[in-house]
């Protein structure tokens, strides 16, 4: 059966055919010319129908199939290892919806069932959508007892995050949960550049719990501006050049208790807390390093700034 428009006095008939759309429309347009001198309201109403059909179906055929960037990132970043669903040993805390995306607090944590030998290795941060996706990667000492181990991030788009457990058996676990955030990687400093500069690299260490504990935690903070290379100065609107501490080792005594290797998606004044075994040490000694290869070193007694 055909379909029909009204121009004027006439019938204009459209018969069904394997290109329906473009005939439909072309044939909507014909019906648009004037019948004498009028134009008829059935006309115009047929062509707003016609036009509204073509631009849904094609707007339906443009939009995109959500990309699964997770399963080829995993791949390059772990060179094809298996990794398996870490529900119940591996878990990530973020905020769904990020206050600040320059500053977004990120938990990881590892939790061995009773009777587990297994340690952990290390934990890889991977922000699915940020410009470089992997944040950071956590290397442990053997019996440092880190089991949790909380930072800051920026994050530069409404994203999935992972986390990827590596225990002493070489096995990957994962994790994830998803940020609603954008802006983060190119958000201007929060410091000014003089203040940032006097500031640079002074580094503060505290402890927290009970001396007695059998697991307690710490806290580092480094004076750094972390600067992504997506930032622009605010007078100048040129890119700020990337300068960010890619490099940090934990020492407890002559004990590493961790290593981490990062990125542009740590946040200005990198902030790490972990909880650790205490080994009897009484020093703690932290040596961070730039990308401009500046070396920051401390050392505090274990019992320093106790909370």
Known sequence: MGIGLLRGTEYCAVEPSATQEPTMFGHALRCL????????WLCVAGLAVALQFATTRLSFAATPEPEDTWAPLANDIFEGRPLADGTGLVSIEMPARAEDAAIVPVTMRVTLPQGDSRQLKALTLVIDDNPV??????????????????TRVRVNSYTDVHVVAELSD?????AKTYVKASGGCSAPAAKNADETIANLGQTKFRVFGKPSGAQREAQIMIRHPNNSGLQR????????????VDELRVWQGH???FSMKAGISISEDPNFRFTYVPNGATTFKVEARDTEGKAFR????ASASEM
């Open 33 to 40: 010319r004037p019948a004498g001198s009028q134009w008829t």
């Open 133 to 150: 996706p992997v944040a950071a990667t956590f290397a442990f000492g053997d019996n440092a007892g880190v089991s949790v181990i909380s």
């Open 170 to 174: 070489s096995k990957l676990y994962f």
């Open 233 to 244: 100065d605010q007078v100048s609107l040129l890119y700020i050049p990337a300068n960010f």
């Open 255 to 257: 004990a590493l208790l």
């Open 298 to 301: 401390s050392e505090w007694p």
